[in-house]
């Protein structure tokens, strides 16, 4: 009867299993016959047997990339297409994030859409008050700004002629040359002005888009999103839902970190401004908080006004140290305040907020350095909640279904 322990040799099998010749090698098992009408010849094979799985997984890849670019590049063509109407609903949107803790606060006590009409009226209040600050500073103080411009002209004419050896009849040759450039080029001055026109009426236009927008947004925006929600299959609504409460939580952060840098930026160009002396101090200042709303490069278009009003006002070595005040200003924001500021705000590594907005610049130029930063985190944000199934913070559900409530 056969042992019931399995794999141990019987005693009287060991001879006869070592005396078998060390260096005998079983024979090998001979090759199996093909399928009857299959042939073996790797010459007859199909094409596709032949290609290496590498580069067929590569291949896959490639064509799906490329279909992918064509629709991002397709998106964009479109967005430009419609820029008229697509630029005014992004400003719209960046401004509801801003301004819908204040509509929510005003809710509390009076209707929605009071709330709503109130907050937009504030608005079109705070940047026309602020405007027209700018306008009255410059007013009160054209007459000495007029009177210091034609000292300063002298003074940078001495510091050029000293420094460069550029004489006074060369200076009046370049003015003479500009001048018939601008003669010859009067054929075109009609087109340019039409050109100017339509800008302007589409600057206008786009204003009151916006506006209407953020009154809508501000007083429907829940029900507008539920809609756009319902455009979706009922088995991907959740996630799509979860997805746009996460995005409008990072354009809030964005929207509030925005503001203290705008702020610091303002106070520190504005000051330096003041200590120098250099007229209209105040109202570079609100221009330097406007312009720093487009990150990094706004602060250093609109710093370039308190420069070039030292420049002809107070001579070019006050216009020198303006500018380095100006530049150490824009490092702080580059360097500090937009990658840790806005980085830790909206959870974006400080490169990513950098190489967002240089890749905004180069395709879409000042609109695109204006929304890189919440588009980069929106798109990071979404895209972790998706992928690794990141909750939804509590506060923020908290406060979308209070609105959805009071709605």
Known sequence: MPSARVGRADPADLPRLGAQAPDSHPEPAPPMAAAPGVDTDPAHQPAAWQVPMGVRTASEWSWRLLIIAAAVLGALYLFAYLSEVTVPLIVALLLS???????????????????????????????????????????????????????????????????FGITDTQVEEWIDQARETVSSSGGNLGQTAAQAGLTVTHLVAGFFIAMFALFFFLYQGEQIWAWVVRLFPRSSRDRVHSSGVIAWGQLSAFTRATILVAAVDALGIGLVAALLGVPFASGVAVLVFFGAFVPVIGAAISGAVPVLLALVALGPVKALIMLGGVIAVQQLESHVLQPLVLGRAVRVHPLAVILGIAAGVVVAGVLGALIAVPLVAVLNAVGHHLLDGREVPADLARELEEAEEAG
């Open 97 to 163: 994030a801003l301004l819908y803790p204040v509509t929510r606060f005003l809710a509390r006590n009076i209707p929605r859409g009071a709330a709503a009409g109130l907050t937009v009226i504030g608005t079109l209040a705070l940047i026309i008050g602020a405007l027209s600050f700018v306008g009255s500073q410059f007013t009160s103080q054209f007459g000495d700004i007029s009177s210091q411009v034609g000292q300063g002209v002298d003074e940078v004419r001495g510091w050029f002629r000293d420094t």
